[in-house]
């Protein structure tokens, strides 16, 4: 069974860093593609950052390059979302997902959005 398990959420003050982790498991984490996707309430999705871990390929969404930092620990089978400098537009509920045809960017420039599997979701609230 494919699971997708974030954890790290919660509530931080504005300018402050949170770390969020996603544990992946039963499915072969070297060949997929991991990428850290959110929602807002009333927005559509958003690509935040994926990453290949087979050659630690990164991609960024505009909104967050320069704060946040995507890394893996194929050894634990573990994707990690620094986040920096965070602000109250960063609000938004963070889902982990995972694609067998890697990261890349759709014609917009947006990370691609087109997940095998997605977990479940962990909020973040930044605080004014």
């Known amino acids: 069974e494919v699971q997708l398990v974030e954890s790290g959420g919660g509530l931080v003050q504005a300018g402050k860093s949170l770390r969020l982790s996603c544990a992946a498991s039963?499915?072969?984490?070297?060949?997929?593609?991991i990428g850290w996707f959110r929602q807002a309430p009333g927005k559509e999705r958003e690509g935040v950052s994926c990453?290949?871990?087979?050659?630690?390929?990164?991609y960024y969404g505009d909104s967050v390059k320069g704060r946040f930092t995507i890394s893996s620990d194929n050894a634990k089978n573990t994707v990690y979302l620094q986040m920096n400098s965070l602000k109250p537009e960063d609000t938004a509920v963070y889902y982990c997902?995972?694609?067998?045809?890697?990261?890349?960017?759709?014609?917009?420039?947006?990370?691609?959005?087109?997940?095998?599997?997605w977990g479940k979701g962990t909020l973040i609230t930044v605080s004014s």
């Open positions: 997902a995972a694609s067998l045809w890697g990261c890349t960017y759709d014609d917009l420039g947006s990370i691609y959005s087109g997940m095998d599997y």
């Open positions: 039963g499915f072969t984490f070297d060949d997929y593609g």
């Open positions: 990453i290949s871990t087979s050659d630690g390929r990164t």
